[in-house]
């Protein structure tokens, strides 16, 4: 059989739509044992294990997720992670920690939803070179120091995390969709003294292709009028502007510092 259509083949049969992750994994391993060609076009095709979804399930399974990110490793083409889940041991955490931590090089998509504060964890510095898209809602990494400094591709950002952001001189030509939430972000090498909306204009002077910005305080003091450069920021591209629980002021200074189509 060509190997074209038998992945084909193994496509139709491991609709990961239908089936949860360990399902998906012992159907493709079952294939991968009938013979030797079958085993081989198995291992050396990457869409068959690149794209990794665990949502909504009572245990995460780590032995299985991990078998996908070896076998997608091997190829270098990038993964897409997906999870969802309400953690309730540290040892599920840390093992979140350390899939990401471990894989960082080659994630292209992040998507990650894990409501769990963990009281004690180090410091935790990623770097995603293939990133194109990262939406991300943990609550537990409060050291984060994410490092977007390579990330030039980057087309999609959504954090909703404490976060210590590393982005240098990098322009993010292709950032269409920005949101952040909480209050929790920081910009630059050294600690941040400015106000959490003057810390996401940083991000927007970069981006000046921005199609959506949603920003969302939730608490905070009002912005100081010395908070932002005095430049306004030219976003000729915005089609969607969303500001919620902002103070008044701080909006209204807010706006005056961006120029967008009308």
């Not at 040892?91 to 979140?96: G, I, P, S």
């Not at 990650?112 to 990133?131: C, N």
């Not at 898209?133 to 990494?141: A, D, E, F, Q, T």
């Not at 921005?210 to 920003?215: D, E, V």
Request: proline fraction near 3%; aromatic fraction near 8%.
């Amino acid at each position: 059989v060509l190997p074209e259509l038998l992945v084909q083949v193994f496509h139709q049969a491991c609709r990961t739509e239908q089936l949860e992750l360990e399902a998906y994994v012992k159907q493709l391993n079952a294939f991968a044992s009938v013979c030797r060609h079958w085993r081989s076009v198995a291992l050396a095709t990457p869409s068959l294990w690149n794209r990794i979804e665990v949502l909504d399930v009572p245990h995460v399974p780590w032995k299985a997720v991990k078998l996908c990110l070896q076998r997608a490793a091997q190829s270098l083409s990038g993964i897409d992670l997906t999870v969802s889940f309400e953690a309730s041991r540290d040892a599920d955490f840390q093992e979140l920690v350390e899939v990401i931590k471990y894989y960082q090089a080659l994630y292209k998509r992040i998507n990650v939803t894990w409501d769990y504060w963990s009281i004690e964890h180090k410091p935790l510095t990623l770097q995603f070179p293939q990133l194109l898209s990262m939406k991300s809602n943990v609550l537990g990494l409060r050291s984060l120091q994410l490092d977007l400094s390579h990330s030039s591709q980057l087309e999609e950002l959504s954090l909703s995390l404490p976060v210590k952001l590393h982005i240098g001189n990098t322009r993010f030509e292709r950032l269409s969709s920005l949101s952040f939430t909480g209050n929790g972000l920081r910009v630059g090498d050294g600690e941040r003294t400015g106000s959490f909306i003057a810390t996401c204009m940083e991000i927007i002077r970069a981006a000046p292709r921005l199609q959506s910005l949603k920003i969302s305080q939730h608490w905070g003091d009002s912005m100081k009028s010395d908070d932002l450069d005095t430049d306004r920021v030219q976003l000729s591209e915005l089609r969607c502007l969303t500001l919620t629980h902002l103070r008044t002021g701080t909006t209204a200074h807010f706006l005056q510092h961006l120029r967008c189509p009308a």
